[in-house]
């Protein structure tokens, strides 16, 4: 029983082109978390959401954003991305003991 | 500042071996540590944290705070058990963001 639901697995875009990623759950959790992790490293944190505060990391470009509608959802977007930004993109929930993670979505730059 | 350091980035055993994943920290306060696992081509998994106590797959780790370290060990490695192993840590109450150590993959060979 998949919890956190990552849609889709694989995206591809072009340089420049904006693309979305989403992320559901079904653990009602409070917060959500959005990581970049490339290849062979460790997932690096983009973003979180306390319900629908939102708290960027420092060094997270401004290029990505995210957008929370409710509970259950949690976007990603790339505004244009460029060829440093193909990674794995995995969503995680926390309700308090410990995070879980979706399967990531692969996000490859033509 | 908050870092979590892994120093083997690989390590190879022999089925039945025992092994152990160094993890060292640093951070300003109780940290909650945790150890979580990947395995080819499936989703970041909790294995372990501290607070819980317990093993998992044979695994076990304890946190020694005077020399700030969350170990992780198994006395008797098996196949299966190859992967990516990650320690991280939190600030207490479990729902702050992750740390992640830069991980140590883990391979048993036959």
Request: positive net charge; contains cysteine.
């Amino acid at each position: 029983d998949a919890m956190v639901i990552q849609n889709p697995r694989y995206q591809v875009t072009q340089f420049g082109k904006p693309v979305t990623l989403s992320c559901s759950q079904t653990l009602n959790h409070n917060v959500m978390y959005w990581y970049q992790q490339k290849s062979s490293q460790a997932p690096k944190l983009l973003f979180h959401y306390y319900d629908k505060d939102f708290n960027n990391e420092a060094d997270t470009p401004d290029n990505f954003q995210s957008r929370r509608p409710n509970t259950s959802f949690c976007f990603l977007d790339i505004r244009s991305p460029g060829l440093g930004d193909a990674a794995m993109y995995l969503c995680a929930t926390s309700g308090g003991w410990g995070q879980h993670f979706g399967d990531g979505t692969r996000l490859s730059i033509l | 500042a908050q870092r979590v350091t892994q120093p083997e980035k690989l390590l190879s055993v022999f089925k039945g071996a025992p092994v152990e994943l160094k993890c060292n920290y640093s951070y300003s306060g109780s940290p909650e540590l945790f150890w979580y696992v990947q395995y080819s081509r499936q989703r970041l998994q909790l294995l372990l944290r501290h607070i819980s106590r317990e093993s998992i797959k044979g695994f076990t780790a304890d946190l020694n705070k005077g020399e700030t370290s969350f170990h992780l060990k198994k006395p008797f490695a098996q196949e299966e058990d190859s992967a990516m192993y990650y320690c991280a840590l939190t600030g207490q109450g479990g729902s702050e963001k992750l740390v992640f150590g830069k991980g140590t993959k883990l391979t048993v060979n036959p």
